[in-house]
Nanobody, 124 residues
């Protein structure tokens, strides 16, 4: 059984930084393409970024390009989301997801496993 556990969410002031982690267990992490999504209150879950199994290729939604960075450590079965220059509109529950297939995936339907989420609140 594959499990994903996010951590690192907290309250932060606008302009600050946070690093979220997502630890994966129960599967072959190095074979998964990983993604990060977020869901603000009253809104649908939306794509943030994705990273290939090797960590060499990433893709991001335009609103976070230049501010957020996804990385992974296959030895630790962990994917990270470094968030810089945070804005109040970044406030949301953040989710990591794993796709048991090769490639970069921006749609939630391509992902096979999901974490429970971690809350990020950015105050102005």
């Amino acid at each position: 059984q594959v499990q994903l556990v996010e951590s690192g969410g907290t309250w932060v002031q606008a302009g600050g930084s946070l690093r979220l982690s997502c630890a994966v267990s129960g599967g072959t992490f190095s074979r998964y393409s990983m993604g990060w999504f977020r869901q603000a209150p009253g809104k649908e879950r939306s794509f943030i970024g994705t990273i290939t199994w090797s960590g060499t290729i990433t893709d991001y939604v335009d609103s976070v390009k230049g501010r957020f960075i996804i990385s992974r450590d296959n030895a630790k079965n962990t994917v990270y989301l470094q968030m810089n220059s945070l804005k109040p509109e970044d406030t949301a529950a953040y989710y990591c997801a794993a796709a048991n297939k090769l490639g970069l995936f921006t749609r939630a339907t391509y992902y096979d496993y999901w974490g429970q989420g971690t809350q990020v609140t950015v105050s102005s």
